[in-house]
């Protein structure tokens, strides 16, 4: 004989847990169960309604922790048949602890979608909840009011969510499903179902204002708006009623847009510009290597400034026959103020050495001055430097050169080639390759950069490139 047992309709995991428990340790078949919704099921034929298993334990209850939210999402959706659902899926869980990895079963089909509901219920609700401010409280504290009707029984899913949002005032959320609370020390959630009232607060003119000022219209799709922000929310949103009208007009705005003359650039834009092309001017002055250090370090020509620790200045004789210029400082070059102290750095010395060129008769010097990297956890991962970074830095590179006047310049990695001889040669094409710079009085030599070898590895390739740096770098003896 089936056992009839009825439950309130609400996503409360505990009352459910306890009843299905109990049956399942007795052996009771999810086939001999009925599960009802208290107050909604009932007829003149119904059976007499218990919860009561009778019987000796045949069996523990057994269930992975990875089961265990999937069965509380299930119990919180709005279908009736969620409780036989779950009963059904503990009961099979017992013999194949990984049923729910098989997605082309049904009962696990089925409590798929009803998770992916109850999960996207659950993102709506933080993201729809409108509040609106009421008189304070006595201690002073300022007091909010909301209304909304969720899909499904999800208030427990989200009352932590707004207890960490919204600490610092008091609020309640109404909902036909219940009800959750916050007055700065204690969260309540209540299953007892509210009444909708009227809602109104001074700011929701402001609000509405506000939000039609920042609808871009030329952003406009109403398709991924309707799948975001479903119709079935709007009448308990404040800027519901703007969105018909913003998107009719919409194309009008666009138009208008497009048409309006460009405003003319803030003063101070005017001042940085005048700034900017004093250190060009200044630039193109060969001179001496103090004043060119100093001009370095105060440039302020492109954005990387802002956020390197200082400016990497060259680094050697100003007589050198031969200057070594490499893309831009890394992280500990950066630190430490001088040119090619990290670990590509101390590749290039390995290789110097093995071909038979002395440091000390070299200018080494980079073609951007500024460390350009990104943040990883706690570390700074070098990024390649932009053309407007490589550009900006050109005028100091052309002083430095000026000021050295070098017989052979050697270019290490693509940004230093694009520096030294423009953007038309490739490394792949020239590298190795010594050629006579016209009109410059001085020979190029392009070769693969250090930091390049290194971050292929301890591989039969990274050792092949060192070689080849090594023998590239050996012609710097037949200058010197």
């Not at 459910?16 to 107050?39: D, F, N, S």
């Not at 709506?124 to 504290?141: H, I, L, S």
């Not at 301890?458 to 050792?463: I, K, M």
């Amino acid at each position: 004989m089936s056992v009839v047992v009825t439950l309130a309709d609400t996503s409360a995991f505990e009352p459910w847990r306890q009843t299905a428990r109990a049956a399942l340790q007795r052996g009771v078949p999810p086939e001999q169960i009925a599960w009802r919704l208290q107050g909604k099921d009932a007829d003149l034929f119904s059976r007499v309604e218990t919860t009561s298993f009778a019987g000796e334990i045949e069996r523990d209850v057994r269930l992975k922790a990875s089961n265990l939210p999937v069965l509380k999402d299930v119990l919180c959706h709005s279908s009736p048949e969620r409780f036989a659902l779950a009963y059904r899926l503990l009961w099979r869980l017992q013999e194949d602890p990984d049923l729910l990895s098989v997605p082309t079963d049904p009962d696990v089909g089925q409590a798929r979608r009803m998770v992916q509901q109850v999960r996207r219920a659950a993102h709506k609700m933080t993201a729809f909840v409108r509040f609106r401010e009421q008189d304070p409280t006595e201690n002073g504290r300022r007091r909010f009011l909301s209304w909304f009707e969720p899909d499904h029984h999800v208030l427990e899913k989200v009352s932590s969510f707004f207890a960490k949002r919204f600490a610092d005032m008091d609020w309640l959320i109404l909902t036909p499903r219940g009800s959750i609370s916050w007055d700065g020390t204690t969260l309540n959630c209540s299953f007892t179902p509210c009444e909708k009232q009227a809602l109104e607060d001074d700011v929701e003119q402001l609000w509405q204002t506000y939000y039609a000022s920042t609808f871009n219209p030329a952003r406009v799709r109403t398709k991924a708006m309707r799948n975001e922000m479903p119709r079935r929310y709007w009448k308990n949103l404040p800027e519901a009623a703007l969105i018909p009208q913003l998107v009719a007009e919409a194309e009008k705005r666009v138009a208008e847009m497009a048409a309006r003359e460009a405003l003319p650039a803030p003063k101070f834009h005017q001042a940085i510009q005048a700034r900017q092309s004093a250190i060009t001017i200044q630039a193109h002055v060969p001179g001496s290597m103090t004043e060119l250090a100093q001009d370095i370090r105060g440039c302020r020509a492109c954005s990387l400034q802002c956020h390197a620790t200082q400016a990497v200045v060259g680094d050697g004789p100003e007589t050198a026959k031969v200057m070594i210029v490499g893309e831009q400082p890394g992280d500990q070059e950066d630190l430490a103020g001088r040119p090619f102290v990290g670990p590509a750095g101390q590749l290039l010395m390995r290789c110097l050495e093995e071909a038979g060129v002395a440091r000390e008769a070299l200018y080494l010097t980079n073609a951007v001055k500024h460390f350009r990297f990104t943040v990883n956890s706690r570390r700074r991962i070098h990024q390649t430097p932009g053309v407007e970074h490589i550009s900006a830095c050109q005028p100091w590179l052309k002083r430095e050169i000026a000021l050295v006047k070098p017989r052979l310049i050697v270019s290490l990695g693509a940004t230093a080639l694009r520096a030294v001889s423009g953007p038309s040669d490739r490394l792949k094409d020239v590298r190795g390759t010594l050629r006579k710079h016209a009109g410059e009085g001085w020979t190029h030599l392009a070769l693969a950069h250090p930091s390049w070898i290194l971050r292929l590895g301890p591989t039969d390739q990274a050792e092949r490139e060192r070689q080849a740096l090594t023998v590239g770098l050996s012609k710097i003896k037949g200058v010197l």
